[in-house]
């Protein structure tokens, strides 16, 4: 470096002068230019300790839990509610009802031929008389003589859904040659069951929105005290030409690494309650409690969507609580100046 | 270098505590800046190291406008400007070495392409055993001089030292004065803010005597 080699040249040629004894540092070493010193990795500018970290771990760690346990809790009610729509949509049922002196035997058999007849129909079948005598043995009790009433034939059509057939046409078809026959092809259940869980995605998505609102503002506010905290090191920095965005990092780094580290602990604790909801409801499998569960739900599988979905909000966590710092940093430096 | 015209500065909605200052520091020269206390020292070496704006007035450091300048380009300013405290703001959490490097740092040098530098500094300053030790173990004519190493390591053009023997015995601050006019010597624009008289007649430099916030100047 020019500057020390010169001043030390220039102060040698003043400790040479008269008054070289009254010049002299303390302890200067004459000789000792040679560095030899074990050097540690240069200190942190911004101590970790000067952050309030444990206080805002803990904030991170239950925003990000929720955040997760709201990711998760949409991911299973999508993928449930995907697998309800999928499962009806992949039948349709056609009804035959006994009207007065028709013989309802030859009308599903004629019913049958038609629906069997469509392009896009894998399968159909009517249900038997026993069939129909179970279906009705809550109501009515066992024994049930279907001739005496006027109980309408069920028929199930199995579609292929990657080329279904065109409903309306089998429905046009049927009542011209069946006119007792009726076609449902569950689409008021499907549109309610879509409404409801567009609506359960949107409140996910609304809590979810909230929740990272909380959490950027717990984080601005965490960087403000820290700011106000290290306001010596600020002016230090400042005054030795750090520009704002040196010192923003400087700041940003622990915030990062405090984000990533209360994101994950948050989403693996959400993962637990996952794992613990699953394994209590496990217990259950076998009560009518626990089949209307798993009629609803599919044994609450977590899919990988739900897992990528918790790795991002993770991922969000870390990353928002850094944006927050960083920006607030500039805010605080901007009124600073 | 430095251009001061009919500067005036007030704190908020307070009085005034510099009023119609003017005055030209060149490059290369060499004054005390002096006065009562509340005079206003503290308050035009912070104008000077661009902590603070005027709020009227003409004042320009390095023949650039400081009213229109912009906050982005004042760091580039600053690290042209060397500053040694009266309180030394040494960072106490860093050691001496962290330090003194911190200028370096700031800028984004590697590590390595300074420490050589930096040890040689300390050593220079009689701190060659004191690199690892943190500021609240060394003693006062120490951390002066370790707030003097940060001031210089970047080699700034200009240097200002608020009360920089304020803190010293008198012997220490002849040796730092000495020290001063070393790098005066070097081409470094020195400003000095002082209240020690004795100080001032070791060394035949201009003066400026702040009183009441106006600034008389003794050539």
């Known amino acids: 470096m020019v500057l020390p080699a010169?001043?030390?040249?220039?102060?040698?040629?003043?400790?040479?002068?008269?008054?070289?004894?009254?010049?002299?540092?303390?302890?200067?070493?004459?000789d000792g230019s040679e560095p030899d010193e074990d050097f540690e990795p240069a200190g942190a500018i911004v101590p970790a300790s000067s952050i309030a970290g444990r206080a805002l771990f803990f904030v991170l760690a239950i925003m990000s839990f929720l955040a997760c346990i709201t990711v998760g809790a949409v991911a299973v009610i999508a993928s449930a509610s995907a697998d309800w729509r999928s499962d009806i949509s992949a039948e349709i049922t056609v009804q035959v009802r006994p009207l007065e002196g028709l013989d309802v035997t030859a009308a599903v058999t004629e019913a049958l031929d038609i629906i069997r007849s469509m392009p896009g129909v894998t399968?159909?079948?009517?249900?038997?008389?026993?069939?129909?005598?179970?279906?009705?043995?809550?109501?009515?009790?066992?024994?049930?003589?279907?001739?005496?009433l006027p109980v309408p034939r069920l028929i199930v059509v199995e579609v292929d859904r990657s080329a279904p057939p065109d409903i309306g046409e089998l429905r046009r078809r049927l009542?011209?040659?069946?006119?007792?026959?009726?076609?449902?092809?569950?689409?008021?259940?499907?549109?309610?069951?879509?409404?409801?869980?567009n609506t359960l995605t949107i409140s996910g998505s609304a809590i979810l929105v909230l929740v990272l609102v909380a959490t950027v503002l717990s984080v601005i506010f965490a960087t403000r005290g820290a700011m106000a905290s290290n306001r010596d090191i600020v002016e230090v920095l400042h005054l030795v030409g750090a520009k704002e965005s040196f010192i923003a990092?400087?700041?940003?780094?622990?915030?990062?690494?405090?984000?990533?580290?209360?994101?994950?602990?948050?989403?693996?604790?959400?993962?637990?309650?996952?794992?613990?909801?699953r394994w209590s409801s496990s217990q259950f499998s076998a009560t009518p409690a626990g089949d209307q569960f798993d009629a609803l739900f599919g044994g609450l599988s977590i899919g990988w969507t739900a897992f990528a979905g918790i790795g991002l909000t993770v991922l969000l966590v870390a990353a928002l609580t850094a944006m927050s710092s960083r920006l607030a940093v500039f805010r605080f430096l901007k009124v600073f100046d | 270098?430095?251009?001061?015209?009919?500067?005036?500065?007030?704190?908020?909605?307070?009085?005034?505590?510099?009023?119609?200052?003017?005055?030209?520091?060149?490059?290369?020269?060499?004054?005390?800046?002096?006065?009562?206390?509340?005079?206003?020292?503290?308050?035009?070496?912070?104008?000077?190291?661009?902590?603070?704006?005027?709020?009227?007035?003409?004042?320009?450091?390095?023949?650039?406008?400081?009213?229109s300048l912009p906050r982005t380009d004042l760091p580039t300013l600053?690290?042209?400007?060397?500053?040694?405290?009266?309180?030394?703001?040494?960072?106490?959490?860093?050691?001496?070495?962290?330090?003194?490097?911190?200028?370096?740092?700031?800028i984004g040098k590697p590590e390595t392409s300074y420490r050589t530098d930096v040890i040689e500094l300390l050593h220079?300053?009689?701190?060659?055993?004191?690199?690892?030790?943190?500021?609240?173990?060394?003693?006062?004519?120490?951390?002066?001089?370790?707030?003097?190493?940060?001031?210089?390591?970047?080699?700034?053009?200009?240097?200002?030292a608020d009360e920089p023997t304020g803190n010293v015995d008198p012997t220490l601050a002849r040796r730092l004065l000495r020290l001063f006019m070393e790098l005066h010597r070097l081409g470094t624009t020195v400003v000095i803010a002082t209240h020690d008289i004795g100080l001032m007649d070791q060394y035949d430099a201009r003066r400026f005597v702040l009183n009441e916030g106006r600034v008389h100047i003794y050539d």
Do not use: C
């Open chain 2, 78 to 106: 600053r690290r042209r400007i060397g500053v040694v405290f009266q309180d030394f703001r040494l960072l106490d959490h860093l050691t001496t070495y962290e330090n003194v490097a911190l200028p370096l740092r700031v």
């Open chain 2, 1 to 67: 270098m430095i251009r001061f015209e009919n500067v005036g500065l007030r704190y908020g909605m307070g009085p005034e505590v510099l009023r119609d200052v003017s005055f030209r520091i060149d490059r290369g020269s060499f004054q005390f800046l002096t006065g009562p206390s509340g005079a206003g020292k503290t308050s035009l070496m912070r104008l000077l190291f661009l902590a603070l704006k005027p709020t009227r007035g003409l004042m320009s450091v390095f023949d650039h406008d400081v009213a």
């Open chain 2, 124 to 160: 220079w300053v009689g701190l060659g055993d004191r690199v690892h030790v943190r500021p609240p173990v060394l003693s006062g004519g120490e951390k002066q001089r370790a707030a003097i190493a940060r001031a210089v390591i970047t080699q700034p053009e200009m240097l200002l």
């Open chain 1, 175 to 197: 009542s011209q040659s069946v006119p007792s026959a009726s076609l449902d092809d569950h689409e008021l259940w499907q549109g309610r069951l879509a409404v409801m869980a």
């Open chain 1, 249 to 277: 990092r400087e700041f940003e780094r622990h915030f990062l690494r405090l984000g990533f580290r209360g994101g994950l602990a948050g989403g693996l604790a959400a993962l637990a309650s996952f794992a613990a909801i």
């Open chain 1, 6 to 30: 010169d001043l030390k040249d220039g102060f040698r040629d003043a400790r040479d002068a008269e008054d070289a004894d009254d010049l002299r540092i303390d302890d200067l070493d004459e």
């Open chain 1, 123 to 148: 399968g159909a079948g009517a249900l038997s008389d026993q069939e129909l005598r179970d279906l009705l043995e809550p109501w009515l009790g066992a024994g049930v003589d279907l001739d005496e």
